[in-house]
């Protein structure tokens, strides 16, 4: 399941806000000292993204932006790469993502062997997706080329290598899914988590919960399930380290609630509805505010007869959080971009028809 660029809506958060790229993302990390951040999201007509994206996910270039006049001829190489970062980053922030991907284009043109364009171009057509650049497959087949481009650009002296190469094949793999190239993307994920692994960094929650969003578009729940509960454990082991910011530690703290909130539909998908019951009441307790949450519970409790409660839950996650519930009532949204599995999308449609 996706995880949305609000909040309260959906899944899709790093453990850590620190961490930074040379790319387009303020990128998240799982908390390792030094560890260059693997990248977020999840995608999916983005998504749809979501994952509904994230949000924007942060500043392009984040610390080699530097303040500068307005865009306009260039005196020099330099001063031209920093006015078409500028741009860049002002193009995407306002999700003008196909006028951020002319700026990236030329700015890899003018430094042709710096894979961190390459990568920020990537993740400009996993954001904007077909809604950008036309289809979603076309967004994703740029995306999968841009990535792929980073990765054979990358310098094999520069430090931390391996984690830059696991952050990219984790970039990639989102291009793959905006495209529903499922079993590519798996693949991309797999070699992402390995590839961290060799060099004794551990697993990213975030990607972990990626791979299994993919497992369960391909209809695998049960090793989904167990995914989405090792990415709750990976934040919440993320959150216990100190020297954390608040915010920092809001963000793990979602990460738990959105990976476990993903485990217990999982289950409701695997048929133990009693089960995913206990869950999401067990994570409606620790983040209130969590609108996918009490959705969920409306359904399975419309489904147990207990239309009082269903009720109550969804009065709560309209009237009382701030993100409300209209998107919860979109079909389409709650498939393709939230990726609830069909058994929980089934109930909620039936709990909507009677109190519409």
């Not at 610390?63 to 980053?89: I, W, Y």
């Not at 993307?185 to 299994?212: F, G, H, R």
Request: net charge positive; aromatic share 8%.
């Amino acid at each position: 399941m996706a995880m949305a660029r609000a909040a309260a809506t959906s899944p899709k958060l790093g453990t850590s806000r620190n961490g930074r790229s040379g790319c387009f993302a303020s990128r998240v990390r799982a908390s390792s000292v030094g560890r260059e951040p693997l990248p977020r999201q999840p995608p999916v007509p983005r998504r749809a993204m979501l994952v509904s994206s994230t949000s924007v996910i942060g500043a392009v270039f984040l610390g080699f932006v530097q303040d500068g006049p307005a865009f306009s001829a260039p005196v020099d190489p330099q001063n031209q790469k920093d006015e078409l970062q500028t741009a860049a980053l002002a193009a995407f922030n306002a999700r003008d993502f196909s006028t951020a991907a002319k700026l990236l284009t030329q700015l890899s043109e003018l430094d042709p062997g710096n894979y961190q364009w390459k990568e920020a171009l990537g993740q400009v057509f996993v954001d904007g997706g077909g809604f950008a650049f036309g289809t979603n497959n076309e967004a994703s087949v740029k995306g999968v080329e841009a990535y792929t481009d980073a990765l054979t650009l990358i310098d094999k002296s520069e430090n931390n290598v391996a984690l830059i190469k696991a952050r990219l094949l984790a970039g990639r793999a989102q291009a793959f899914e905006v495209g529903l190239v499922y079993k590519k993307a798996l693949m991309d994920y797999d070699e992402s988590l390995a590839t961290a692994t060799q060099v004794n960094a551990p697993n990213d929650p975030l990607i972990v919960n990626q791979k299994a969003n993919v497992l369960a578009a391909l209809g695998n729940w049960a090793d989904a399930r167990d995914l989405y509960l090792q990415s709750a454990d990976g934040f919440r082991n993320a959150s216990k380290k100190g020297g954390s910011s608040p915010s920092d530690t809001k963000f793990r703290a979602d990460g738990v609630a959105f990976a476990a909130t993903n485990a217990a539909l999982a289950l409701a998908q695997l048929g133990d509805l009693p089960g995913a019951e206990r869950e999401l009441r067990s994570v409606s307790r620790r983040a209130p505010g969590m609108v996918d949450t009490r959705a969920a519970l409306s359904a399975i409790y419309w489904e147990s007869n207990r239309g009082e409660d269903a009720e109550r839950e969804w009065e709560f996650a309209c009237d009382l959080i701030d993100t409300g519930c209209a998107k919860y009532r979109d079909r389409k949204w709650l498939v393709v971009v939230r990726r609830w599995p069909p058994v929980m999308v089934g109930m909620l449609q039936k709990f909507l028809s009677i109190t519409s």
